[in-house]
């Protein structure tokens, strides 16, 4: 059983840009948070080029350098990063007691900030050309796309609205789509197949990314499923639009999750189990968020989150 000492006020589990927000706020009220920085240290932005929609940057600002500010400020204020992985976690009791491999911490309040992750299709070639022409963010990386012939890859509502939002920068988007028939909405779906700039491929796979000896995308080989048939489509990007999947697994049976495993939340932050409010214990960031999914709404989510738990821990005389 550790000691007394090791009784935290609050942990912070992700260290993106909801973590680190929240992180800044804990640790400017004193609390010294701890930072578990988890499996994608960053999170997505430390996966991102160039970020233009972060207010404050005119010019624009890469996405790791953005994050490693962010850490710089928290630590600045005494805020704990540690490189460690929640392999456990305790909710039913106080303190909350969460296991990180051979270690245990205790903490009066968890912000749970563990966000969510792009699907890829996990070819070699893709991930060797993220940033460099392959992406999962149509806000992010849109923009770099004007002129271009590019690809969408999905049939849901995701990759419907990519294509959509991407036809203002490319001049033909050409969506790829492993099946027959489509998960996306009929409103959605109707959208985009009458546009004008948008082409549609069915059963379609994407068998490799071309371009990795140039890191720059040149193109796809496809296959399509249905025909055997192989062949090549010159495009200069490719957006991932086959969703998300929230980094909250671990959370099961202890939170309140909505189908597709996404931590409910009541006013952004709160959270429950059977529809009753767990005090304590807050998310933010996209591991609560499946519809903005944005750095500054993260960051937004962070700062109610550190807030939250600064009254929380003011009513326990804290
Ligand atoms: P969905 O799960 O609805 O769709 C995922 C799509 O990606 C499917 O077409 C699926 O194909 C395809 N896919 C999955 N894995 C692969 C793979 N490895 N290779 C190729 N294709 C793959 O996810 P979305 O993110 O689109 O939507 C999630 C939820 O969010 C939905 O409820 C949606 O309605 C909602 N949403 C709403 C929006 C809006 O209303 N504006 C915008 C975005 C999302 P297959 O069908 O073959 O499995």
Redesign the pocket.
């Known amino acids: 059983m550790p000691d007394q000492n090791e009784i935290r006020d609050t942990v912070i589990l992700g260290s993106g840009c909801a973590g680190l927000t929240a992180a800044i706020y804990a640790a400017r009220s004193n609390l010294k948070p701890l930072v578990l920085e988890g499996h994608e240290p960053g999170g997505q932005l430390s996966i991102t080029t160039l970020v233009e929609n972060f207010p404050g940057w005119p010019e624009g600002v890469q996405g790791p350098e953005l994050i490693e500010n962010m850490k710089k400020q928290a630590t600045r204020f005494g805020a704990e990063l540690r490189m460690a992985h929640l392999t456990c976690v305790d909710l039913t009791k106080s303190p909350f007691e969460l296991t990180l491999g051979k270690d245990t911490v205790l903490t009066r309040s968890l912000i749970i900030a563990s966000g969510a992750s792009a699907?890829w299709?996990?070819l070699p070639s893709e991930q060797a050309l993220i940033g460099f022409g392959v992406s999962s963010c149509a806000t992010c990386d849109g923009f770099f796309a004007s002129g271009k012939e590019i690809a969408v890859?999905?049939?849901?509502?995701?990759?419907?609205?990519e294509a959509l939002f991407l036809t203002r920068f490319a001049t033909k988007v050409t969506l790829i789509?492993?099946?027959e028939?489509?998960?996306?909405?009929r409103i959605?779906l109707e959208r985009a197949q009458t546009h004008p700039q948008i082409e549609f491929l069915h059963n379609t796979?994407?068998e490799e990314c071309l371009g990795v000896e140039e890191k720059d995308l040149k193109g796809l080989k496809l296959l399509n499923r249905k025909t055997g048939e192989r062949s090549t489509l010159p495009v200069s990007f490719m957006f991932l639009?086959?969703?998300?999947e929230p980094n909250a697994t671990m959370f099961k049976g202890q939170l309140d999750l909505d189908n597709?495993g996404y931590v409910k939340t009541e006013d952004n932050v709160f959270v429950s189990i059977l529809g009753e409010r767990i005090h304590g214990v807050f998310a933010c960031g996209d591991v609560q968020d499946?519809r903005y999914r944005q750095a500054i709404t993260a960051a937004g989510t962070g700062c109610m989150a550190a807030l939250e738990v600064e009254k929380y821990l003011e009513e326990l005389g804290r």
């Open positions: 699907r299709l996990g890859i999905g049939g849901g509502d995701s990759a419907m609205e789509n492993r099946s028939s489509f998960r996306a909405s959605m796979i994407v639009g086959i969703g998300h597709d499946r």
